[in-house]
C-alpha cells in the first residue's frame, strides 16, 4: 500500500510503489474518458500550485487533475507576488499553509527546493520539477505511456537523448525505467553527459545512430540553453547536425520503435517537425497521460488507498 507523505523524486520510490502509481493512473484515465470526467475523491481538500519557473504542461495538468478530483485550488506564481519583495520560499510557504492548505504542489529552479520545503512544513510536497535534479510526475506519465504501448518494460530499450546533463526529466526517467527493469542508454554530444551518469544504472552511447538502432523507445529532450552557465556546444545548428531525430534517424530505429518528447519541443533543432508530427509520435498521448498520473499521485499522497478506489469513482 503506497504511505508515502511526499512525492519528491522517483529515486526513494520502490518499483512496487511505481507501479501501484501507475496502476492507479490507468482507473482515473477511464475517468477522464467519461462524458462528465469528475470524482469526488478529494472534495474539500484545498491545494497550493506554487509555481516559480514557468509551464505550460505540468502547471495546467496539475490544476486539471485537481479539480477532475474534486479538490480547491489556488494558483501562486513568483511573478507578482510578494517574491519580488524579497521573501523567502519558507516564508511564502508558511503563508500560505496558514490559510489552511492541505498539499502543496511546487516547481522551483532551485535542485532540492521540492525537499528543503517537504522537511519544514506540514503540508505533502509534491515536486512539479526542481532545477536539474527531479520531475517525477513527468518520467510517471513518460513510464504510463511506454506501459500502454509496449507492455511489460522488463527487458525494454529505451534511449534518451539530448541534454542529460541540465536535465531533470532524464534523471527521473532513468531512476524510473531502471526500477521497472527497462534498460536505459542516455546519448547525446559529451559535454552533455556527466561524467558518472552511469551510476545510475544507465549505458552511455556518443553515436546516435548506435543509440537508437535497437530502441523500442526514443525519448528526445529539449535542449535547455537557458540553463547553461557556459556555452557547452557551439549551436543549435551543429546539435542538429548530430543529434536531431529527422526522417533519415527515424530509419534506424525498428519499426516498432516510438517517439516521444517531454516538451516544450524546439522544432527542427532536437527533432524535426516531420518526426514530431508524424505516426510514430506519442507525445500527445504523453500530455494526456499527464492528468491521469496527477490524479493518481494527488490520491495517493493525500492517503487514498487503491484497493477502495473502485467505490469512489462510482
Ligand atoms: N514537460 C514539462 O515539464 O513541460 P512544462 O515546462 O511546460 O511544464
Same mark, same amino acid.
Given at each position: ?34 462524458? %462528465? ?66 498539499? %502543496? ?23 512539479? !520539477? ?20 509496449? !507492455? ?9 537523448? !539530448?541534454?542529460?546533463?541540465?536535465? /531533470? ?42 543509440? %537508437? ?33 529527422? /526522417? ?9 520503435? %516510438?517517439?516521444?518528447?517531454? !516538451? ?51
Amino acid at each position: 500500500m503506497f504511505q508515502q507523505k511526499h512525492l519528491l523524486d522517483l529515486e526513494s520510490l520502490s518499483a512496487e510503489e511505481i507501479t501501484e502509481i501507475l496502476d492507479t493512473a490507468d482507473s482515473f484515465r477511464q475517468v477522464l474518458e467519461r462524458p %462528465i470526467p469528475k470524482v469526488p475523491v478529494l472534495r474539500a481538500k484545498t491545494i497550493a500550485n506554487l509555481f516559480f519557473e514557468p509551464s505550460t504542461r505540468t502547471r495546467i495538468s496539475f490544476e486539471l487533475a485537481e479539480k477532475r478530483l474534486s479538490a480547491d485550488v489556488v494558483n501562486f506564481s513568483a511573478s507578482g507576488s510578494s517574491v519580488q519583495k524579497g521573501e523567502t520560499l519558507r516564508d511564502t510557504a508558511d503563508n500560505i499553509l496558514a490559510m489552511k492548505v492541505d498539499m %502543496i504542489v511546487m516547481r522551483h529552479p532551485d535542485s532540492g527546493a521540492a525537499r528543503y520545503l517537504a522537511q519544514r512544513v506540514s503540508a505533502s510536497v509534491i515536486n512539479a !520539477g526542481d532545477g536539474m535534479h527531479a520531475h517525477p510526475t513527468q518520467a510517471l506519465l513518460d513510464l504510463l505511456t511506454l506501459r500502454q504501448r509496449l !507492455g511489460d518494460l522488463q527487458g525494454r530499450k529505451v534511449t534518451i537523448v !539530448g541534454d542529460i546533463a541540465h536535465s /531533470r526529466v532524464a534523471r527521473s526517467n532513468i531512476w524510473g525505467l531502471t526500477k521497472l527493469g527497462a534498460e536505459v542508454t542516455v546519448c547525446g554530444p559529451a559535454p552533455m553527459i556527466p561524467a558518472d551518469i552511469e551510476t545510475l544504472g544507465c549505458q552511455v552511447e556518443f553515436d546516435f545512430g548506435s543509440a %537508437i538502432g535497437d530502441a523500442d523507445a526514443v525519448n528526445v529532450l529539449r535542449i535547455q540553453l537557458e540553463r547553461q552557465k557556459h556555452q557547452i556546444f557551439p549551436g543549435n545548428r551543429e546539435y542538429a547536425r548530430a543529434f536531431r531525430l529527422d /526522417r533519415e534517424m527515424l530509419r534506424r530505429t525498428p519499426e516498432h520503435c %516510438i517517439i516521444m518528447h517531454p !516538451g516544450p519541443m524546439n522544432r527542427d533543432v532536437e527533432i524535426s517537425t516531420e518526426v514530431a508530427d508524424g505516426p510514430r509520435q506519442v507525445i500527445l498521448d504523453q500530455v494526456t497521460n499527464g492528468v491521469a498520473v496527477r490524479m493518481a499521485v494527488l490520491y495517493l499522497v493525500s492517503g487514498g488507498v487503491r484497493e477502495t478506489l473502485g467505490e469512489n469513482l462510482e
